[in-house]
């Protein structure tokens, strides 16, 4: 059985922090220092106005929490 999991794969180009909700998707931040941004691959949230200490925060705080599915590729 493959184990090719949501944490294990290789991240975006750009992203310096993730962080891993409670259905496998990930809250991914970009940028730093006082312009970054987060987005949430689950539910699609995303925040760009903090900076990056605020910004770290809420992505942990939202992946604790979210459990919205990330959009499958192909719709049945
Ligand atoms: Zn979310």
Redo the contacts with the bound molecule.
Sequence with gaps: MSEQTTASAPWPDGVIARYL?VVD?T?DVRGGGDYASMT??????HYSAFNETRTRELAQG??E????MPRPAMTA
Excluded: Q
């Excluded at 929490?65 to 919205?68: L, M, P, Q, S, T």
């Design positions: 909700t998707a809250v949430c691959l689950g539910c699609g949230l939202h992946a929490k979210c459990r919205a």
